[in-house]
């Protein structure tokens, strides 16, 4: 018999080992088959379900055409029907309308393609109260209200007849926001996150993750992207602390993908805030404030200068004593497409130097920003001696970069004082050495005094 450890005997230990794995594998995938068969038995279509299916799961039915000229499919798969979330849902419960009597003789006019999913939206809301409520203050509802028809239904994104659990790993090509998305998805699709999806269908982070389902926000609104990153990675803050002098400060003013997508393009950006208590500021919708006052400041059209930017800020506060503005510096990147081509942490970039030296091209472009009504930037280009200007201290509080934002006039004043703290003493003992004669004179004639 040989010994286990010889290369006879481990090489069947191997054996033994990798069938027994196998042997569970295929246990696996049997039972979670078995299972997801077994749901789909359980859903059964009702009798007036399949009245209607008898039609529409036909290779015979023909599509609508819209006024439009838009082609939309009639065909709905049963199987995919009671495969999906909405397998306990009825025909008639979304569609209300329809007549029995009447259905597939009568035509009905039909105006476009975004029109009919329009005509959908109340019954979306019928069931899904809590989704709709985090939609409604979302920045594609605004848009929707303000009759965008870029602007998406739930139809757009959600396929009723064939909803599945957004839980389920699935083709990453199958992810709505792709639909709208589409350089920007594929920009994701390449980067750290999509590759872990893609090429090793694992359940990496997808657009929802970040951005949420239904709530959702503009990129540049608030710190959402950068809290959404430290959800996941939560041991983030306490591994930058090993490496990272002021790491939290960095963190409040250095978006993570600056570092984390070295060959990208960065800026600085002023965000407009609360001096009380460091809130975003939003424009009120109907009232376009910042473009109307940034358009009188900027007297060159090339961009606020330190005066410029003053006296703009000066008329905003004008217009708002309850709400006083100052900025907020923050270091992010110039396109949400290079936000989204994330590289691995060990390509990250760890060279203080790109930021922290004069003339460092972070610094190099400046905007001026304020959310507007749905949140998204409204912007003004500022020249960068702005960050160098001494007389830009009153507005950009708390926004140094060492090295980088460096306001000479503060270096020189710098030098006076030391120099002011090393003249005195200097004086005293030069002044002390001056009169020490005359201080000896005087003494020696009041002991003589004394003595007589």
Same mark, same amino acid.
Request: overall charge neutral; some cysteine.
């Given at each position: 018999?040989?010994?286990?450890?010889?290369?006879?005997?481990?090489?069947?230990?191997?054996?033994?080992?990798?069938?027994?794995?196998?042997?569970?594998?295929?246990?696996?995938?049997?039972?979670?088959?078995?299972?997801?068969?077994?749901?789909?038995?359980?859903?059964?279509?009702?009798?007036?379900?399949?009245?209607?299916?008898?039609?529409?799961?036909?290779?015979?039915?023909?599509?609508?055409?819209?006024?439009?000229?838009?082609?939309?499919?009639?065909?709905?798969?049963?199987?995919?029907?009671?495969?999906?979330?909405?397998?306990?849902?009825?025909?008639?419960?979304?569609?209300?309308?329809?007549?029995?009597?009447?259905?597939?003789?009568?035509?009905?006019?039909?105006?476009?393609?975004?029109?009919?999913?329009?005509?959908?939206?109340?019954?979306?809301?019928?069931?899904?109260?809590?989704?709709?409520?985090?939609?409604?203050?979302? !920045? @594609?509802?605004?848009?929707?209200?303000?009759?965008?028809?870029? #602007? $998406?239904? %739930?139809? *757009? &994104? +959600?396929? /009723? =007849?064939?909803?599945?659990?957004?839980?389920?790993?699935?083709?990453?090509?199958?992810?709505?926001?792709?639909?709208?998305?589409?350089?920007?998805?594929?920009?994701?699709?390449?980067? !750290? @996150?999509?590759?872990?999806?893609?090429?090793?269908?694992?359940? #990496? $982070?997808? %657009?929802? *993750? &970040? +951005?949420? /389902? =239904?709530?959702?926000?503009?990129?540049?609104?608030?710190?959402?992207?950068?809290?959404?990153?430290?959800?996941?990675?939560?041991?983030?803050?306490?591994?930058?602390?090993?490496?990272?002098?002021?790491?939290?400060?960095?963190?409040?003013?250095?978006?993570?993908?600056?570092?984390?997508?070295?060959?990208?393009?960065?800026?600085?950006?002023?965000?407009?805030?609360?001096?009380?208590?460091?809130?975003?500021?939003?424009?009120?919708?109907?009232?376009?404030?910042?473009?109307?006052?940034?358009?009188?400041?900027?007297?060159?059209?090339?961009?606020?200068?330190?005066?410029?930017?003053?006296?703009?800020?000066?008329?905003?506060?004008?217009?708002?004593?309850?709400?006083?503005?100052?900025?907020?510096?923050?270091?992010?990147?110039?396109?949400?497409?290079?936000?989204?081509?994330?590289?691995?942490?060990?390509?990250?970039?760890?060279?203080?130097?790109?930021?922290?030296?004069?003339?460092?091209?972070?610094?190099?472009?400046?905007?001026?920003?304020?959310?507007?009504?749905?949140?998204?930037?409204?912007?003004?280009?500022?020249?960068?001696?702005?960050?160098?200007?001494?007389?830009?201290?009153?507005?950009?509080?708390?926004?140094?970069?060492?090295?980088?934002?460096?306001?000479?006039?503060?270096?020189?004043?710098?030098?006076?004082?030391?120099?002011?703290?090393?003249?005195?003493?200097?004086?005293?003992?030069?002044?002390?050495?001056?009169?020490?004669?005359?201080?000896?004179?005087?003494?020696?004639?009041?002991?003589?005094?004394?003595?007589?």
């Amino acid at each position: 018999m040989k010994h286990p450890h010889t290369p006879r005997g481990w090489n069947l230990r191997w054996f033994k080992n990798t069938t027994m794995m196998s042997g569970l594998l295929c246990l696996m995938l049997f039972f979670a088959g078995a299972a997801q068969a077994a749901d789909a038995e359980e859903a059964e279509l009702g009798s007036e379900d399949k009245a209607c299916q008898s039609c529409h799961d036909s290779d015979d039915i023909k599509a609508k055409v819209t006024q439009a000229g838009e082609s939309i499919s009639m065909r709905i798969s049963t199987q995919a029907f009671l495969a999906s979330m909405h397998n306990e849902t009825s025909c008639t419960d979304c569609h209300e309308d329809a007549d029995g009597k009447d259905h597939g003789k009568v035509p009905v006019p039909m105006k476009s393609k975004r029109d009919y999913r329009l005509s959908f939206q109340d019954s979306c809301t019928t069931c899904h109260k809590k989704d709709v409520a985090e939609f409604k203050d979302s !920045v @594609h509802a605004i848009l929707l209200s303000e009759g965008s028809d870029k #602007a $998406p239904t %739930c139809s *757009d &994104c +959600h396929n /009723s =007849h064939t909803l599945r659990s957004v839980k389920l790993v699935e083709p990453i090509a199958n992810v709505p926001c792709a639909t709208c998305h589409e350089d920007i998805f594929k920009a994701y699709s390449g980067d !750290v @996150h999509g590759l872990e999806r893609v090429a090793k269908g694992k359940s #990496a $982070p997808l %657009c929802a *993750d &970040c +951005h949420k /389902s =239904h709530a959702i926000q503009a990129a540049s609104l608030g710190d959402g992207i950068r809290d959404s990153c430290l959800n996941c990675h939560k041991d983030t803050a306490v591994q930058h602390e090993v490496w990272l002098p002021n790491s939290k400060l960095h963190f409040q003013s250095v978006e993570c993908q600056v570092c984390h997508a070295p060959n990208a393009q960065r800026r600085v950006n002023l965000r407009m805030v609360d001096s009380a208590g460091g809130k975003q500021l939003m424009e009120k919708k109907g009232v376009p404030q910042f473009e109307r006052l940034a358009t009188a400041a900027d007297g060159t059209s090339r961009g606020f200068d330190e005066k410029e930017m003053k006296n703009f800020l000066k008329a905003f506060n004008l217009e708002n004593p309850d709400n006083k503005a100052i900025l907020s510096g923050r270091l992010e990147l110039r396109s949400g497409l290079e936000a989204h081509q994330l590289s691995t942490k060990e390509e990250a970039l760890k060279d203080c130097a790109v930021c922290h030296q004069a003339g460092a091209v972070p610094f190099s472009s400046v905007v001026l920003t304020m959310a507007g009504p749905d949140g998204r930037s409204l912007r003004q280009g500022v020249e960068k001696e702005v960050l160098t200007s001494a007389t830009s201290l009153g507005s950009l509080r708390g926004f140094y970069a060492i090295g980088s934002t460096r306001i000479k006039l503060l270096d020189y004043l710098l030098v006076l004082v030391i120099l002011g703290v090393l003249c005195v003493p200097i004086a005293h003992m030069s002044v002390n050495r001056m009169f020490k004669a005359r201080r000896d004179k005087l003494q020696a004639e009041r002991q003589q005094a004394s003595t007589k």
